[in-house]
């Protein structure tokens, strides 16, 4: 008898399997097919009716009149598009207004190839690919479909977001080239399941690249350069973590913003630390910190910046164009609060302007989107980004290595 209901709860655990397995296969399958020109067309007056509810000022880089004019013409003539044409106007609209918080996000359902890029000074290079494809780790980007890259770039610009950084829509560009139904859109690629880059191989030349789309909801294997995961790299536990590295060095990685209760903790632990140590330095990477809640760097702030002040403890922070929202704010924070010099790149976001992800479902298409909401002014002076102290380029060779420039040059400082 026991061995029989032992049999039975495996043969039910193993219907579950399959009955769960064949939900997600479903489930997939209905998300593929969501988009539909129908649909979004029939989302237009639902999204407008968002942005001009929502938004503090949505004409302050765009006008009102260009605004309307926009949303007419795609209902006028939206019935003629393909549901990815239908999309970049969509796109094309939101980031006429400006902010970077307010946006429609094709990653939700839209699929993309099994390939990452990265743009470094003047070029995008293949960051990250499958293994099989892994020589083309360090190439150039340079055609999509025999569409040059130069005219890839301006296309693609004009979907991303008008008002923040360069930074930014480079960093958005480098992830666009990689969704199927953007370049099927902007008409730069020729089919929606498959594309061909044409990249620089480091070593072999000008060579193509031919592949098929991921399948939906399926995050593909991709190998990086770098054998070991460099500090900036490491989203350990939580995404915050710190410890002692040389020089005298406390390197903390900030690159989330987990729960209070768990910031708290870190924080008081750092402060125990800068507390029991004499004659260190705090270096905080914001580098791959793309925002979440600003107030817990400000809580940070007062956990730690007492024992800065009696320890006299230099602190140093890192941004590049990846550092976006919460952490653009404190980013800001840290230099007017703890007299942190910044190193690295300008980040994502600015300091000053319309913030906030109020998300929202188009009732359509159910494609997720935001809408900014609160205007706010991180530093006096509203410049392209914070701005560092020094700047430090981050380029593909330190990438493809895994050193790190900044710790280079806090490590150089230490040597005078």
């Known amino acids: 008898m026991i061995i029989s209901k032992i049999k039975f709860k ?3 655990k193993q219907l579950a399997i399959v009955l769960l397995l064949a939900f997600w296969t479903t ?3 209905q998300k593929e097919e969501v988009v539909t020109n129908q649909g979004l067309l029939e989302d237009l007056d639902y999204l407008k009716e968002k942005i001009l509810k929502t938004h503090p ?9 260009d605004f309307n004019t926009k949303f007419q013409y795609l209902k006028e003539n939206g019935d003629s598009f393909t549901p990815e044409k239908t ?5 094309e609209i939101m980031c006429s207004i400006g902010d970077g918080h307010t946006d429609i996000w ?11 890029f990265h743009w470094f000074q003047e070029d995008i290079y293949v960051s990250s690919i499958e293994k099989e494809n892994e020589e083309f780790l360090g190439s150039k980007l340079l055609a999509i479909d025999e569409t040059p890259i130069k005219e890839v770039t301006e296309k693609v610009f004009k979907i991303t977001s008008q008002h923040e950084t360069i930074g930014l829509s480079e960093r958005t560009t480098s992830r666009y080239v990689t969704i199927a139904q953007l370049m099927y859109g902007l008409e730069i690629s020729k089919s929606k399941k498959k594309i061909t880059y044409t990249l620089q191989t480091p070593t072999s ?3 193509e690249l031919s592949l098929e789309i991921s399948p939906p909801n399926v995050k593909p294997e991709l190998v990086t350069p770098f054998e070991k995961d460099p500090y900036y790299y490491d989203n350990r536990g939580s995404g915050l973590w710190f410890e002692e590295i040389e020089n005298d060095l406390i390197y903390f990685h900030f690159s989330s913003y987990p729960k209070n209760s768990e910031f708290g903790k870190i924080g008081k632990e750092l402060n125990s630390l800068l507390k029991a140590t004499k004659g260190k330095k705090l270096f905080i990477d914001l580098r791959r910190n793309r925002g979440g809640d600003y107030t817990k760097g400000q809580k940070l702030i007062k956990i730690i910046e007492k024992t800065i002040s009696d320890q006299e403890v230099p602190v140093y922070v890192a941004t590049s164009s990846t550092t976006y929202s919460a952490a653009v704010a404190n980013a800001a924070h840290f230099r007017q609060r703890l007299n942190a010099t910044l190193l690295g790149e300008p980040t994502g976001g600015r300091p000053v302007g319309y913030q906030e992800t109020n998300i929202f479902y188009l009732p359509n298409t159910n494609l997720r989107g935001s809408v900014s909401s609160i205007y706010y002014e991180f ?3 509203d410049t392209p980004g914070v701005l560092p102290d020094v700047t430090i380029p981050f380029t593909w060779k330190h990438y493809a290595t895994g050193s790190d420039p900044v710790l280079d040059h806090l490590n150089t400082l230490e040597s005078k």
């Open 57 to 65: 000022n949505p004409f302050y880089l765009t006008t009102e009149e």
């Open 205 to 207: 030349g000008v060579q």
């Open 27 to 29: 489930s997939c399958a």
């Open 379 to 381: 530093q006096k002076e």
């Open 87 to 91: 999309f970049v106007k969509v796109l």
């Open 106 to 116: 094709p990653r939700t359902y839209y699929s993309s190839y099994p390939i990452r």
């Open 10 to 12: 495996e043969e039910m």
